[in-house]
């Protein structure tokens, strides 16, 4: 499970989305800022990007046991800051970075110290919590996702009533990005 700890920054202001959606009053900027975060969300998850820069929590039943790596379904990754686990005695515990290893050369993958196999941790859901940083930095983020996620609250913005599937051209847009994974 991968949830937010801190909020979404959007990769897209209200000010240039009306620009670019030749929106020229004021009366909505609530509603549109609030379908550019949709449309923010839709392409994350669709694509398994991260657009802006936030602290995300990921957690899992257990540790991997073959391969013994972590891999972070979420792209871009800027660091691991804390991993954590529950025993099977319900105690709590706090690896200290020395325990494990993460490199900007494979961002997206977590594992033990060299020679040593994680801890053992108790199998269920939430055992298991890793603190990461990720997104691209402001400016950075591809500009086929910002411009698909712009597509897409001007489509929400004209079908309002809910009416209308996610046009393809945003999905076109989005599947060079899209990341597949079976890890966290």
């Not at 670019?20 to 994350?44: F, P, S, Y």
Request: hydrophobic share 45%; charged share 20%.
């Amino acid at each position: 499970m991968i949830r937010a700890v801190t909020p979404a920054p959007l990769v897209i202001g209200v000010a240039e989305a009306k620009q670019q959606l030749r929106i020229d009053h004021d009366d909505e900027d609530a509603l549109l800022e609030g379908q550019l975060a949709a449309a923010q969300e839709w392409v994350e998850m669709f694509t398994s990007q991260v657009l802006t820069p936030r602290t995300l929590l990921f957690s899992a039943a257990g540790f991997p046991q073959l391969p013994e790596m972590i891999v972070l379904a979420r792209a871009p990754v800027t660091g691991v800051t804390a991993i954590s686990f529950t025993t099977a005695e319900g105690e709590e515990i706090d690896l200290l970075p020395g325990n494990w290893r993460w490199s900007e050369d494979a961002p997206e993958l977590v594992r033990p110290a060299f020679g040593s196999p994680w801890p053992s941790a108790a199998a269920e859901a939430g055992s298991v919590r890793l603190r990461v940083s990720a997104g691209y930095d402001e400016g950075l983020a591809p500009r086929g996702l910002v411009t698909a996620v712009l597509m897409l609250a001007g489509h929400f913005f004209a079908n309002r009533e809910g009416s209308g599937a996610v046009p393809e051209q945003v999905k076109d847009l989005c599947r060079p990005f899209r990341r597949f994974s079976l890890g966290l």
